[in-house]
């Protein structure tokens, strides 16, 4: 099924995993590095865990439309490496500092984060996009296979 040149069948499958492998490779990570990782409560919390599938699927919406696709350079796992990495920066930008200046609670929480939560942040966000970027099928690529 498509839409607008997106592949939403592609999408629910790249979006589902990528947001799953954030998680598993926070859950991971968080017991070989401590307190660098473990961010996500997990499957502990299966409301969390079905509210951030749904939102992984939601966010790679930008991804899949050809605008944004076409226009990020090199292969897939690229492309995705880079929406990674600009997803976590708006995240960064716009939701830890102007929501955390306005006074919502959970960003003011971020602002003093330390260097270790950061880096935490940017390496699952790129974990996110890299896997997003290998198994979205654009609609194109998908009709000469």
Same mark, same amino acid.
């Given at each position: 099924?498509?839409?607008?040149?997106?592949?939403?069948?592609?999408?629910?499958?790249?979006?589902?995993?990528?947001?799953?492998?954030? @998680?598993?490779?926070?859950?991971? &990570?968080?017991?070989?590095?401590? =307190?660098?990782? #473990?961010?996500?409560?997990?499957? =502990?919390?299966?409301?969390?865990?079905?509210?951030?599938? *749904?939102?992984? %699927?939601? &966010? $790679? *919406?930008? &991804?899949?439309?050809?605008?944004?696709?076409?226009?990020?350079?090199?292969? +897939?796992? /690229?492309? +995705?490496?880079? @929406?990674?990495?600009?997803?976590?920066? *708006? /995240?960064?930008?716009?939701? +830890?500092? %102007?929501? #955390?200046?306005?006074?919502?609670?959970?960003?003011?929480?971020?602002?003093?984060?330390?260097?270790? *939560?950061?880096?935490?942040?940017? %390496?699952?966000?790129?974990?996110?996009?890299?896997?997003? #970027?290998? /198994? @979205?099928?654009?609609?194109? $690529?998908? $009709?000469?296979?």
């Amino acid at each position: 099924m498509t839409l607008k040149g997106i592949n939403f069948k592609s999408l629910l499958v790249a979006g589902f995993v990528a947001g799953w492998m954030m @998680y598993f490779v926070d859950h991971w &990570f968080g017991g070989l590095f401590g =307190s660098m990782f #473990g961010m996500f409560p997990g499957t =502990s919390n299966w409301g969390w865990m079905v509210k951030h599938e *749904i939102e992984s %699927i939601i &966010f $790679a *919406i930008p &991804f899949a439309w050809p605008f944004v696709y076409n226009k990020l350079p090199g292969a +897939g796992w /690229l492309k +995705g490496l880079i @929406y990674g990495f600009l997803w976590w920066l *708006i /995240l960064l930008l716009i939701l +830890g500092w %102007i929501a #955390g200046a306005l006074g919502a609670k959970p960003f003011q929480q971020m602002a003093p984060a330390s260097f270790a *939560i950061f880096l935490t942040d940017i %390496i699952l966000h790129l974990v996110y996009g890299f896997f997003l #970027g290998v /198994l @979205y099928v654009p609609e194109k $690529a998908q $009709a000469t296979t």
